[in-house]
């Protein structure tokens, strides 16, 4: 694959490198944000899943002199104004690590970009995210102030309207939006849970998971049937993420490939590459299959079972 072909085929990711951001996801938290304004006030935010970066450096952005705490599995290149913490958001120690940065100052936004690892079995994907989006929430439940605010990536699978229940025990107004550089083939969407209002009496346990509290699930009425509308965000004139575009489409201009803003610090396919590069990279074998004629097959005795009349 030639160098300019992603930039071909990914419209978004071409523009992220143009533009300064370390990953195309930037355009779906600004297309999020043409929405729903995600930013109005915001001076404290928690960017969960953070790496490579380009979500953290949108919030630092629009949140000019606030505060951002950014963490992730992995490491992450240092950006100007946004605290890093590299952890396990599900591990108990990360979470109070990221708590211990708001105690006395709730966040005003959290928001989650995590995806697990894709497995490729889609019940186990499903499963995966959906964890990653409750540890994101309980973590919110600690450090949001009412009314605050929490996005996060969600996969619109079989039991997504059991997400959207417990996502509305904490949240006045539940949506799922789909910006416009989301992939349609992809069932990534986005929870936009706007107005914290823990129910009465709820007290933020980081040592359980929020499905086993004791709370009254029922106060909603029929909570694995609830609907929360779906929209569509970033203009429909925005470039449609599942097109390929031609290079030169902006101005006319002659298109020059732009390398990514920040590549990646150590990916785990380092190796490979390093290894490829002095030619030293295994290739597969298959053993040698001999190739077997008609006449072959045709003179095997037929494999049929004997009819018993
Ligand atoms: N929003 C990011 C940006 O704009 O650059 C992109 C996030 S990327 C799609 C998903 C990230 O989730 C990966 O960097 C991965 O390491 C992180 N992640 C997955 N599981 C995690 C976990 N349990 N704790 C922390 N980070 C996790």
């Known amino acids: 694959m030639g160098r300019t072909s992603k930039d071909k085929r990914d419209v978004y990711y071409r523009l992220a490198k143009e533009n300064g951001w370390r990953a195309r996801s930037a355009y779906k938290l600004l297309q999020l944000d043409e929405e729903f304004q995600l930013f109005q006030g915001v001076i404290r935010a928690v960017d ?39 952890g396990d958001i599900t591990q108990l120690s990360t979470a109070k690590e990221i708590i211990q940065h708001f105690e006395g100052c709730p966040a005003d936004l ?103 509290h004791s709370y009254d699930f029922n106060q909603l009425d029929g909570p694995t049937r609830i609907i929360v509308p779906f929209v569509t965000c970033g203009d429909l004139s925005a470039y449609d993420s599942d097109r390929s575009y031609p290079l030169d489409l902006e101005d006319g201009s002659e298109y020059k ?24 990279l295994a290739k597969e074998t298959r053993p040698q299959e001999t190739p077997i004629s008609i006449v072959d097959v045709l003179s095997q005795p037929l494999a049929v079972p004997p009819c018993h009349t």
């Open 48 to 86: 969960l899943c953070a790496a490579p970066g380009s979500w953290s450096q949108v919030l630092s952005q629009k949140i000019g002199g606030g505060h951002v705490v950014a963490v992730d599995l992995q490491a992450m290149a240092p950006l100007p104004g946004v605290l890093q913490i590299q």
């Open 110 to 212: 959290v928001v989650c970009d995590g995806a697990p690892d894709v497995t490729g079995l889609h019940d186990v994907d499903e499963y995966m995210q959906a964890q990653l989006l409750l540890a994101a929430l309980n973590i919110a439940t600690h450090v949001l102030k009412p009314g605050g605010c929490f996005v996060a990536k969600i996969f619109r699978g079989r039991d997504v309207t059991l997400l959207y229940s417990q996502l509305r025990v904490f949240f006045s107004n539940v949506v799922c939006a789909k910006p416009r550089s989301s992939r349609n083939s992809s069932i990534e969407a986005f929870a936009v849970c706007q107005g914290y209002d823990p129910p009465e009496g709820f007290i933020p346990d980081l040592t359980k998971p929020l499905l086993d």
């Open 257 to 280: 490939y732009t390398p990514p803003t920040q590549p990646p610090i150590s990916p785990p396919y380092q190796e490979a590459c390093t290894l490829k590069k002095k030619g030293q």
